[in-house]
Protein backbone atom coordinates (compact mmCIF):
# COMPACT_ATOMS: atom_id res chain seq x y z
CA UNK A 1 0.00 0.00 0.00
CA UNK A 2 3.29 2.49 0.68
CA UNK A 3 4.67 1.60 -2.39
CA UNK A 4 1.48 1.98 -4.08
CA UNK A 5 0.67 5.44 -2.23
CA UNK A 6 4.75 6.72 -3.20
CA UNK A 7 4.17 5.80 -7.15
CA UNK A 8 0.84 7.27 -7.53
CA UNK A 9 2.39 10.95 -5.65
CA UNK A 10 5.54 10.40 -8.23
CA UNK A 11 3.90 12.34 -11.35
CA UNK A 12 1.78 14.86 -8.83
CA UNK A 13 5.58 16.04 -7.27
CA UNK A 14 6.67 15.91 -10.33
CA UNK A 15 4.00 18.07 -11.93
CA UNK A 16 4.53 20.65 -8.80
CA UNK A 17 8.36 20.52 -9.79
CA UNK A 18 7.97 21.33 -13.40
CA UNK A 19 5.94 24.50 -12.19
CA UNK A 20 8.26 25.47 -9.98
CA UNK A 21 11.05 25.30 -12.52
CA UNK A 22 9.29 26.99 -15.14
CA UNK A 23 7.10 29.32 -13.10
CA UNK A 24 9.95 30.65 -10.10
CA UNK A 25 13.14 30.08 -11.29
CA UNK A 26 13.79 32.78 -13.81
CA UNK A 27 16.59 33.74 -12.74
CA UNK A 28 18.65 30.55 -12.93
CA UNK A 29 17.41 30.32 -16.71
CA UNK A 30 20.72 30.92 -18.66
CA UNK A 31 19.25 32.93 -21.56
CA UNK A 32 17.45 35.45 -19.54
CA UNK A 33 18.09 38.70 -17.61
CA UNK A 34 16.07 39.70 -14.93
CA UNK A 35 16.18 43.18 -14.84
CA UNK A 36 14.01 45.67 -12.56
CA UNK A 37 12.68 48.23 -14.49
CA UNK A 38 11.63 49.37 -18.20
CA UNK A 39 14.88 51.48 -18.96
CA UNK A 40 17.08 48.27 -17.92
CA UNK A 41 14.84 46.58 -20.38
CA UNK A 42 15.78 48.76 -23.21
CA UNK A 43 19.44 49.01 -22.24
CA UNK A 44 20.10 45.55 -22.30
CA UNK A 45 22.79 43.65 -24.68
CA UNK A 46 22.22 40.58 -25.63
CA UNK A 47 25.02 38.43 -26.14
CA UNK A 48 26.21 34.78 -25.93
CA UNK A 49 23.61 32.66 -23.82
CA UNK A 50 21.12 35.95 -22.94
CA UNK A 51 18.58 36.45 -25.38
CA UNK A 52 15.46 37.20 -23.20
CA UNK A 53 15.07 39.66 -20.62
CA UNK A 54 12.21 39.65 -18.49
CA UNK A 55 10.78 43.19 -16.51
CA UNK A 56 9.89 40.93 -13.60
CA UNK A 57 6.70 42.83 -11.61
CA UNK A 58 3.41 42.06 -9.68
CA UNK A 59 0.91 43.95 -11.53
CA UNK A 60 -2.39 45.53 -9.56
CA UNK A 61 -5.45 45.72 -11.38
CA UNK A 62 -8.41 43.45 -12.41
CA UNK A 63 -7.64 42.54 -15.92
CA UNK A 64 -9.97 40.02 -16.30
CA UNK A 65 -12.67 42.72 -16.15
CA UNK A 66 -10.99 44.29 -19.34
CA UNK A 67 -11.40 40.83 -21.18
CA UNK A 68 -14.81 40.63 -20.05
CA UNK A 69 -15.56 44.09 -21.36
CA UNK A 70 -13.77 44.74 -24.49
CA UNK A 71 -15.64 43.02 -28.01
CA UNK A 72 -14.16 40.04 -29.49
CA UNK A 73 -14.37 41.12 -33.47
CA UNK A 74 -12.27 38.53 -35.26
CA UNK A 75 -10.34 35.65 -33.53
CA UNK A 76 -7.43 37.72 -32.88
CA UNK A 77 -9.00 41.53 -32.31
CA UNK A 78 -6.57 44.28 -32.13
CA UNK A 79 -7.91 46.43 -29.30
CA UNK A 80 -6.91 50.48 -29.76
CA UNK A 81 -5.83 52.55 -27.11
CA UNK A 82 -9.21 54.83 -27.75
CA UNK A 83 -11.41 51.71 -27.20
CA UNK A 84 -9.14 50.81 -24.38
CA UNK A 85 -10.03 54.37 -22.58
CA UNK A 86 -14.29 54.48 -23.73
CA UNK A 87 -14.40 51.19 -21.70
CA UNK A 88 -16.67 51.71 -18.28
CA UNK A 89 -14.36 50.05 -15.50
CA UNK A 90 -14.47 49.52 -11.55
CA UNK A 91 -11.66 51.20 -9.76
CA UNK A 92 -9.95 48.01 -9.89
CA UNK A 93 -10.29 47.61 -13.88
CA UNK A 94 -9.29 51.13 -14.09
CA UNK A 95 -6.18 50.29 -12.35
CA UNK A 96 -5.05 47.52 -14.66
CA UNK A 97 -6.19 49.51 -17.53
CA UNK A 98 -3.50 52.51 -16.40
CA UNK A 99 -0.77 49.66 -16.59
CA UNK A 100 -1.66 48.88 -20.21
CA UNK A 101 -2.12 52.25 -21.26
CA UNK A 102 1.81 53.33 -19.30
CA UNK A 103 3.39 50.05 -21.14
CA UNK A 104 1.96 51.50 -24.27
CA UNK A 105 3.34 54.67 -23.77
CA UNK A 106 6.61 53.39 -22.69
CA UNK A 107 6.70 51.29 -25.61
CA UNK A 108 5.56 53.79 -28.13
CA UNK A 109 7.81 56.39 -26.78
CA UNK A 110 11.07 53.78 -27.13
CA UNK A 111 10.31 54.02 -30.85
CA UNK A 112 8.63 50.63 -31.28
CA UNK A 113 4.95 50.21 -32.24
CA UNK A 114 2.68 48.20 -29.75
CA UNK A 115 -0.58 46.24 -30.81
CA UNK A 116 -2.91 45.03 -27.55
CA UNK A 117 -4.64 41.76 -28.70
CA UNK A 118 -7.58 40.25 -27.67
CA UNK A 119 -6.50 36.55 -28.27
CA UNK A 120 -9.28 33.57 -29.01
CA UNK A 121 -7.23 32.12 -31.12
CA UNK A 122 -4.07 32.14 -33.91
CA UNK A 123 -4.56 31.46 -37.32
CA UNK A 124 -3.16 27.69 -37.60
CA UNK A 125 -1.12 26.31 -40.25
CA UNK A 126 -2.09 22.46 -40.99
CA UNK A 127 -0.92 22.64 -44.81
CA UNK A 128 1.69 19.89 -43.94
CA UNK A 129 1.39 17.03 -41.02
CA UNK A 130 5.40 16.72 -40.29
CA UNK A 131 5.81 21.00 -39.93
CA UNK A 132 3.94 23.53 -39.23
CA UNK A 133 4.42 27.31 -39.37
CA UNK A 134 2.25 28.83 -37.25
CA UNK A 135 3.20 30.84 -33.90
CA UNK A 136 1.79 27.92 -31.96
CA UNK A 137 5.01 25.70 -33.37
CA UNK A 138 8.43 26.90 -31.47
CA UNK A 139 9.83 29.62 -33.75
CA UNK A 140 12.09 32.65 -33.97
CA UNK A 141 11.52 36.14 -35.30
CA UNK A 142 13.67 37.36 -38.18
CA UNK A 143 13.97 40.94 -39.29
CA UNK A 144 15.96 42.46 -41.93
CA UNK A 145 16.58 45.56 -39.41
CA UNK A 146 18.04 45.86 -35.70
CA UNK A 147 15.00 45.42 -33.82
CA UNK A 148 13.86 42.79 -30.59
CA UNK A 149 10.01 41.61 -29.87
CA UNK A 150 8.22 43.00 -26.51
CA UNK A 151 5.47 40.91 -25.39
CA UNK A 152 3.15 40.99 -21.85
CA UNK A 153 0.99 38.61 -21.34
CA UNK A 154 -2.18 40.71 -18.91
CA UNK A 155 -5.09 37.90 -18.90
CA UNK A 156 -4.94 34.15 -20.28
CA UNK A 157 -2.54 31.68 -21.14
CA UNK A 158 0.89 32.97 -21.12
CA UNK A 159 3.80 32.41 -23.94
CA UNK A 160 6.75 30.17 -23.56
CA UNK A 161 10.58 30.38 -24.72
CA UNK A 162 12.73 27.65 -24.93
CA UNK A 163 17.03 27.96 -24.73
CA UNK A 164 18.64 27.13 -28.22
CA UNK A 165 20.60 24.37 -26.64
CA UNK A 166 17.09 22.40 -25.94
CA UNK A 167 16.01 22.64 -29.56
CA UNK A 168 16.84 21.79 -32.75
CA UNK A 169 16.20 23.69 -36.27
CA UNK A 170 13.09 21.58 -37.84
CA UNK A 171 14.58 21.66 -41.40
CA UNK A 172 17.66 20.08 -40.08
CA UNK A 173 16.46 17.08 -39.00
CA UNK A 174 16.35 14.56 -41.13
CA UNK A 175 13.08 13.11 -41.54
CA UNK A 176 11.87 16.48 -42.03
CA UNK A 177 14.23 17.88 -44.32
CA UNK A 178 13.46 14.71 -46.56
CA UNK A 179 10.00 15.61 -46.88
CA UNK A 180 11.07 19.35 -47.78
CA UNK A 181 12.86 18.18 -50.60
CA UNK A 182 10.33 15.76 -51.86
CA UNK A 183 7.76 19.21 -51.87
CA UNK A 184 10.75 21.16 -53.49
CA UNK A 185 11.19 20.67 -57.22
CA UNK A 186 13.74 23.36 -58.05
CA UNK A 187 17.26 23.83 -58.75
CA UNK A 188 19.23 22.34 -55.90
CA UNK A 189 21.16 25.41 -55.06
CA UNK A 190 18.25 27.19 -54.66
CA UNK A 191 16.79 24.89 -51.71
CA UNK A 192 17.81 26.60 -48.50
CA UNK A 193 16.14 29.90 -50.27
CA UNK A 194 12.97 27.71 -50.70
CA UNK A 195 13.22 27.15 -47.40
CA UNK A 196 13.12 30.79 -46.29
CA UNK A 197 11.16 32.15 -48.57
CA UNK A 198 8.49 29.60 -47.24
CA UNK A 199 9.77 30.25 -43.21
CA UNK A 200 10.01 26.29 -42.83
CA UNK A 201 13.60 27.69 -41.37
CA UNK A 202 12.48 29.47 -38.51
CA UNK A 203 10.71 26.90 -36.70
CA UNK A 204 12.16 24.26 -34.28
CA UNK A 205 11.21 21.30 -32.21
CA UNK A 206 11.98 20.76 -28.62
CA UNK A 207 14.77 18.15 -27.57
CA UNK A 208 13.38 15.24 -25.37
CA UNK A 209 13.22 15.88 -21.88
CA UNK A 210 13.28 19.87 -22.98
CA UNK A 211 11.35 22.37 -20.18
CA UNK A 212 9.66 25.33 -21.49
CA UNK A 213 10.10 28.58 -19.97
CA UNK A 214 6.45 30.22 -19.23
CA UNK A 215 6.70 34.09 -19.47
CA UNK A 216 4.07 34.35 -16.82
CA UNK A 217 1.96 37.47 -16.61
CA UNK A 218 2.33 40.56 -16.19
CA UNK A 219 5.78 40.55 -17.18
CA UNK A 220 7.06 42.54 -19.85
CA UNK A 221 9.63 40.63 -21.83
CA UNK A 222 12.35 41.53 -24.97
CA UNK A 223 13.03 38.47 -26.91
CA UNK A 224 16.36 38.73 -29.21
CA UNK A 225 15.30 38.69 -33.24
CA UNK A 226 17.38 37.01 -35.65
CA UNK A 227 18.73 40.36 -37.55
CA UNK A 228 22.18 41.04 -39.13
CA UNK A 229 23.42 42.70 -35.66
CA UNK A 230 22.04 40.59 -33.73
CA UNK A 231 25.04 39.47 -31.18
CA UNK A 232 23.23 36.54 -29.78
CA UNK A 233 20.70 33.55 -31.06
CA UNK A 234 17.50 34.54 -31.42
CA UNK A 235 15.00 33.46 -28.70
CA UNK A 236 12.78 30.58 -29.83
CA UNK A 237 9.42 31.24 -28.68
CA UNK A 238 5.24 30.09 -29.34
CA UNK A 239 1.94 31.31 -28.28
CA UNK A 240 0.09 28.63 -25.53
CA UNK A 241 -3.02 26.85 -26.80
CA UNK A 242 -5.58 29.13 -25.19
CA UNK A 243 -7.64 27.94 -22.20
CA UNK A 244 -10.88 26.85 -23.34
CA UNK A 245 -13.22 29.76 -23.12
CA UNK A 246 -11.22 32.30 -21.85
CA UNK A 247 -9.40 35.13 -24.07
CA UNK A 248 -5.85 36.32 -23.96
CA UNK A 249 -5.16 39.79 -23.46
CA UNK A 250 -1.34 40.36 -24.82
CA UNK A 251 0.69 43.65 -25.70
CA UNK A 252 3.18 42.93 -28.37
CA UNK A 253 5.43 44.54 -30.69
FE1 LIG B 1 7.02 35.10 -32.81
Redesign the pocket.
Known amino acids: MLILTIVCAIPYFCGKWLDYKMDNKLSDQAQVEVVAGFAHLMSKTFKGDVNAACWQRTLSGDFEEIVAKLELKANLTEVSMDDLEALELSAKGDLARAVILDDFQLLTAAGASPSLNLIKSYERDEAFDFISTD?YSF?V?RSPIGTD?FLCTYYGAASEILANNQAEQKVLVPAIREKLRELYDGQEEEFESFLTEHYFDLHYQAKPGAIPVKLGLGQLWRLAVDHPDQQCLPCI?RAPLEKEGEYRLLLIC
Open positions: VHDTH
